[in-house]
């Protein structure tokens, strides 16, 4: 069965305090390894997709890397509205389905 | 472009009563995934239609029903309501294959 899990459950910076989130997933054949924001009681906003070990992506203060285990979402020089739960999915093998671990809540103080 | 659009945005229920989620996907895409999400948890896959067809299903119970129309909108259906079955349901359409998926504002659901 595919598993994901987030880590730490909860993070609190200083503005301007850069580290980095985890996300460590067993998937039988990943087909994509996504990272979404989500404000409270929205719906998680995109954010990246990577597909293979190695990749990385930019989104402003954000970058999302990945190697065979894990993916880590690098967030640098924050700012109180990067405060967010931010979430991670694996899709893997034949299944349809993203398999969601259970998100970090990082709050980012002025 | 409009988004992935959810109705209605809140709703309240009593325990046993039958609920209908509707979902309209972005334009274009053919793929309706339903999440279900409690508080403090990941979303949980419940179903995904591809083309007016279910292509996965999640370990929810058979109270728990969808369709998807040939304008490719879609209901989500739960009969009997639990008090369990509070939570945010989460619409997410998709182009299929490994194309991203973009998720609704999502259906706040409380059952009293």
């Known amino acids: 069965e595919d598993q994901v899990t987030q880590s730490p459950e909860a993070l609190r910076l200083q503005e301007g305090e850069s580290s980095s989130l985890n996300c460590s997933y067993t998937?039988?054949?990943?087909?994509?390894l996504f990272w979404y924001r989500q404000d409270p009681g929205k719906g998680p906003e995109f954010l990246f997709t990577l597909y293979s070990a190695g990749e990385e992506k930019e989104k402003e203060r954000l970058k999302a890397t990945l190697t065979k285990k894990e993916s880590f979402l690098h967030i640098t020089a924050p700012k109180p509205e990067d405060s967010a739960t931010y979430l991670c999915?694996?899709?893997?093998?034949?299944?349809?389905?993203?398999?969601f671990g259970k998100g970090t809540l990082l709050t980012v103080n002025p | 472009d409009a988004g992935v659009t959810q109705s209605p945005t809140h709703l309240i229920k009593t325990r046993g009563q039958h609920v209908t989620l509707r979902c309209s996907p972005i334009s274009g895409h053919k793929s309706v995934s339903w999440y279900q999400q409690v508080l403090g948890q990941g979303p949980q896959f419940i179903f995904q239609y591809y083309e007016k067809e279910e292509r996965g299903r999640g370990n929810f119970p058979d109270r728990f029903s969808a369709r998807q129309f040939p304008n490719y909108s879609s209901e989500l259906n739960v009969n009997a309501l639990l008090l369990g079955d509070s939570a945010l349901y989460l619409c997410?359409?998709?182009?299929?294959?490994?194309?991203?998926?973009?998720f609704g504002q999502g259906t706040r659901l409380t059952v009293v």
């Open positions: 999915a694996a899709h893997g093998g034949s299944n349809y389905k993203l398999t």
């Open positions: 997410a359409s998709s182009g299929g294959g490994n194309t991203e998926a973009f």
């Open positions: 998937v039988s054949g990943l087909r994509g």
